[in-house]
């Protein structure tokens, strides 16, 4: 028999929007997709269905015989210039990169993986795919957005200086912890900068005698987005998909950055304690393939 449609109440959408520059930066950010169908446990939507639920949805547009445990599917980041160019961040994008043939990770994990996920049938149940999810997923463009390569990279240097931050969020695009034997997650952050001369004046002389100047030098400086994929099968291999969006607000382009970092854990045995952490384990996996690109967007 059909659930009821009212059985959990609808749950709050947080979001935040900003005007920087000439771009509006917004997200939002909400609960998981539910995974049990509004029809019940023994029956789904037909993909015909105009009023398909949300995990059928994204069940039927995907094809993947499983989808992660967690999956924010309305989580969602977006950066739109004033002349029409689009960059945004979804979770249904993601996974469309998702592989469904054959893999040749194969590990004793896996088949108790496969086994454990509640199927109606055996043929669905074995059928072949990526099951770590790994994504190469770059974020979406809208044909506002060039795209060039180019031998230019990040300003690590500029990035590293100390800036005050206006905007500041972390989305989580989906996650599945590949039945307690490891962590598959894709996440986006953005960090959107003002550059100041306050502390720099604050030791030379009175911040008061200085302050209307102060507000006139206080500017934009530019924004950094980092998309992730980070996957850790236990006592297998760690493997980084990492795209970098760099934007200096004098510039008419976004810089984009992209690698992949892969390494067995048996070559990875002296970073053992940051195997959890992906902001270390970043400085200990090699470098698989990089590519930089231009994007503009005037």
Known sequence: NPLPQCFVP???VDSEAIRFQDWAISYEKSHILKSICKMGTTECCAKEDANR???CHYQHSLGLPHLPDMVFHKNRLVLQHKDGALLEFKPMDALALVDNGKQPLEVACAQEWRESRNEQNMEEKFKPFDWTF??????TMNEKVRSESTDQTLNKFKLMQRENIIFYHDLTLFEDELHDHGISVMSVRI???I??????????????????FLRQRVMPSGFFVLLRHFLRVDDVLIRMHDTRFHHEIENDYILKEYIHREAPCSDLQGSVAFWTNPDEMQNYLPVKAKELHKLFFK
Do not use: I, W
């Open 10 to 12: 609808r749950l709050p």
């Open 134 to 139: 790994t994504s190469t997923y770059q974020g």
């Open 191 to 193: 960090v959107s900068l």
């Open 53 to 55: 639920c949300e995990l």
């Open 195 to 212: 550059s100041s001369s306050l502390d720099k004046l604050k030791r030379l002389t009175s911040f008061n005698l200085f302050l209307p």
